[in-house]
């Protein structure tokens, strides 16, 4: 009983790390308002946690290899509600970007080492049970974030931080008196290889997540960083990818190199010589685009086209939460092995995903919504869960931290890629559509254009604006359309990747013997001993 209040407890250590990432998205406007910022702010506060985040979970999965994931996991939590301190009560907008860089590493400390703890307290049906409460928690937490944001915006956007210390400190308590310390291997941190990933996994993550802002090529929106502006040329996410695309072929290269001569490497690239681990992986990624990328337009859809309030917005989303969590229950009676829960999964996201699209309307029925994103949910409770245990169930004990660190890392460029693609793929049809529906009705071709790219930098924030005065009350009606064609299209494309992944998880074997990792490893001079 004792470990599986463990992993609730873990569980919600997970939960608070996704939470930040999507409640942000909510009290923005209130921060904006309080501390008088502009849009480059508001941006830095929105990306700098994912991206120092997605930086740093090789780094982390390493050490948690080395000195024990239950430690790794408590300093990360403790840096996390410490920041969180911080940002809750940050007087100027620097200070409040600082805590968000520095709750990323709190962040990239929990996550990998939470699959650690996992992987490590549980064997055989009950492993499979695990992953499913802990999978399902990503998927839950990944939709409250917006109605618990909505709902402690009507407080403050402090509370949004706040909330976090308590929970940090019921967590914590969990963790120490109910999962055992872990065993930690001798070794030590490829300090070049960690400066390498960092910088090469920091910036694909900017790229990703701001290219549509700055531009792909060349540069569209100066950037500014303390006193420096980039104002044109190639843009900064083109550069970025260059020396994302250098550093982590450096990193690459490094890590085979120290693994031929039995070193230490940071990332052990004998672990893709495991075939459930490296195509599970290829998995995660592609349904980490599916997923968040859904998520990161369809709050717009329901704020701006169908004008739900951010509460009710949150109550939709809710339901992608509730249906997480029921599939979390339904996998302790279910006999089958992961992988078909991973195909199942896979297979109701795409049906939920294809029904919206199919009900999506500018007058859609609250009750049809909330049945697509149940069924949709119920699919990420399984698939995003029982992914985890597959790609990691060959993996050697003493490598967990490592392949932990490389799942993650898979999970979180898989969710940057997919916001990145999605909501570009959202604003260019927005955009378009909107203009040739504008065209259509008589409007020069110079204020159609004009037009649409006011409601499509405004993200639709301005429809509401547009409806009230009569005169533009017509283009507010054509925006709502035009956002409805965006999600529809997005809605499909995602339903497309989630059936892609699940082609590809015919590739994945899993319980193919890790002896072609273990067989070319030299024998450990001396036993992991346990963690204080």
Same mark, same amino acid.
């Given at each position: 009983?004792?470990?599986?209040?463990?992993?609730?407890?873990?569980?919600?250590?997970?939960?608070?790390?996704?939470?930040?990432?999507?409640?942000?998205?909510?009290?923005?406007?209130?921060?904006?308002?309080?501390?008088?910022?502009?849009?480059?702010?508001?941006?830095?506060?929105?990306?700098?946690?994912?991206?120092?985040?997605?930086?740093?979970?090789?780094?982390?999965?390493?050490?948690?290899?080395?000195?024990?994931?239950?430690?790794?996991?408590?300093?990360?939590?403790?840096?996390?509600?410490?920041?969180?301190?911080?940002?809750?009560?940050?007087?100027?907008?620097?200070?409040?970007?600082?805590?968000?860089?520095? /709750?990323?590493?709190?962040?990239?400390?929990?996550?990998?080492?939470?699959?650690?703890?996992?992987?490590?307290?549980?064997?055989?049906?009950?492993?499979?049970?695990?992953?499913?409460?802990?999978?399902?928690?990503?998927?839950?937490?990944?939709?409250?974030?917006?109605?618990?944001?909505?709902?402690?915006?009507?407080?403050?956007?402090?509370?949004?931080?706040?909330?976090?210390?308590?929970?940090?400190?019921?967590?914590?308590?969990?963790?120490?008196?109910?999962?055992?310390?872990?065993?930690?291997?001798?070794?030590?941190?490829?300090?070049?290889?960690?400066?390498?990933?960092?910088?090469?996994?920091?910036?694909?993550?900017?790229?990703?997540?701001?290219?549509?802002?700055?531009?792909?090529?060349?540069?569209?929106?100066?950037?500014?960083?303390?006193?420096?502006?980039?104002?044109?040329?190639?843009?900064?996410?083109?550069?970025?990818?260059?020396?994302?695309?250098?550093?982590?072929?450096?990193?690459?290269?490094?890590?085979?190199?120290?693994?031929?001569?039995?070193?230490?490497?940071?990332?052990?690239?004998?672990?893709?010589?495991?075939?459930?681990?490296?195509?599970?992986?290829?998995?995660?990624?592609?349904?980490?685009?599916?997923?968040?990328?859904?998520?990161?337009?369809?709050?717009?859809?329901?704020?701006?086209?169908?004008?739900?309030?951010?509460?009710?917005?949150?109550?939709?989303?809710?339901?992608?939460?509730?249906?997480?969590?029921?599939?979390?229950?339904?996998?302790?009676?279910?006999?089958?092995?992961?992988?078909?829960?991973?195909?199942?999964?896979?297979?109701?996201?795409?049906?939920?995903?294809?029904?919206?699209?199919?009900?999506?309307?500018?007058?859609?029925?609250?009750? *049809?919504?909330?049945?697509?994103?149940?069924?949709?949910?119920?699919?990420?409770?399984?698939?995003?869960?029982?992914?985890?245990?597959?790609?990691?169930?060959?993996?050697?004990?003493?490598?967990?931290? /490592?392949?932990?660190?490389?799942?993650?890392?898979?999970?979180?460029?898989?969710?940057?890629?997919?916001?990145?693609?999605?909501?570009?793929?959202?604003?260019?049809?927005?955009?378009?559509?909107?203009?040739?529906? *504008?065209?259509?009705?008589?409007?020069?071709?110079?204020?159609?254009?004009?037009?649409?790219?006011?409601?499509?930098?405004?993200?639709?924030?301005?429809?509401?604006?547009?409806?009230?005065?009569?005169?533009?009350?017509?283009?507010?009606?054509?925006?709502?359309?035009?956002?409805?064609?965006?999600?529809?299209?997005?809605?499909?494309?995602?339903?497309?990747?989630?059936?892609?992944?699940?082609?590809?998880?015919?590739?994945?074997?899993?319980?193919?013997?890790?002896?072609?990792?273990?067989?070319?490893?030299?024998?450990?001079?001396?036993?992991?001993?346990?963690?204080?």
């Amino acid at each position: 009983m004792s470990r599986w209040l463990g992993l609730i407890a873990v569980s919600l250590g997970v939960a608070l790390i996704v939470v930040d990432i999507t409640i942000v998205n909510v009290i923005l406007a209130p921060i904006i308002e309080d501390l008088s910022i502009g849009a480059v702010e508001a941006q830095w506060i929105q990306e700098s946690y994912a991206i120092v985040f997605a930086a740093l979970l090789l780094l982390t999965g390493r050490l948690s290899d080395l000195h024990g994931a239950r430690r790794i996991f408590l300093i990360g939590l403790g840096v996390f509600g410490a920041t969180s301190v911080v940002a809750a009560f940050a007087p100027n907008v620097g200070l409040l970007i600082l805590a968000r860089f520095l /709750q990323g590493i709190g962040g990239a400390m929990i996550l990998p080492t939470s699959l650690a703890l996992v992987n490590a307290s549980f064997t055989g049906k009950a492993r499979g049970q695990a992953f499913a409460v802990w999978g399902s928690t990503i998927g839950a937490a990944a939709a409250v974030g917006p109605l618990l944001g909505g709902w402690l915006a009507d407080f403050s956007w402090r509370w949004a931080f706040g909330v976090n210390v308590p929970l940090v400190a019921l967590i914590t308590a969990g963790v120490l008196f109910h999962l055992p310390a872990s065993p930690r291997t001798p070794g030590r941190i490829d300090v070049l290889g960690g400066a390498l990933s960092t910088i090469g996994l920091g910036l694909l993550a900017f790229a990703l997540i701001e290219g549509r802002t700055y531009g792909w090529l060349m540069t569209t929106e100066p950037l500014t960083v303390g006193g420096l502006t980039w104002r044109d040329g190639p843009s900064p996410a083109l550069v970025a990818f260059l020396v994302s695309a250098l550093a982590l072929f450096a990193f690459w290269r490094r890590q085979t190199a120290l693994g031929r001569k039995n070193g230490e490497p940071l990332m052990d690239v004998r672990l893709f010589s495991v075939p459930s681990f490296r195509n599970g992986n290829v998995v995660t990624l592609m349904v980490g685009v599916g997923e968040f990328g859904i998520i990161a337009v369809l709050p717009l859809w329901l704020q701006f086209a169908l004008d739900y309030s951010v509460f009710q917005a949150g109550l939709a989303l809710a339901a992608l939460a509730v249906g997480s969590l029921c599939a979390s229950g339904a996998s302790f009676s279910m006999p089958a092995p992961p992988l078909v829960h991973v195909r199942t999964g896979l297979l109701l996201e795409a049906a939920g995903l294809v029904m919206l699209g199919l009900i999506a309307a500018t007058d859609s029925a609250w009750w *049809l919504i909330v049945i697509a994103l149940f069924v949709y949910g119920v699919g990420v409770g399984f698939a995003t869960a029982q992914v985890t245990n597959v790609a990691l169930a060959d993996v050697p004990v003493e490598s967990a931290g /490592q392949g932990s660190g490389i799942q993650s890392t898979a999970r979180e460029l898989g969710s940057a890629l997919g916001i990145a693609v999605l909501t570009t793929l959202f604003f260019s049809t927005l955009a378009s559509s909107l203009h040739d529906r *504008l065209a259509r009705t008589g409007l020069p071709g110079q204020d159609a254009e004009r037009l649409g790219t006011v409601v499509t930098e405004s993200a639709g924030a301005v429809i509401p604006s547009l409806s009230a005065d009569p005169e533009t009350a017509a283009v507010a009606d054509a925006a709502r359309e035009a956002m409805t064609t965006g999600l529809e299209v997005c809605a499909y494309t995602c339903a497309g990747l989630l059936l892609l992944a699940l082609a590809v998880t015919l590739f994945v074997a899993p319980r193919a013997a890790a002896a072609a990792v273990t067989t070319e490893r030299e024998p450990s001079p001396r036993e992991p001993t346990p963690r204080a």
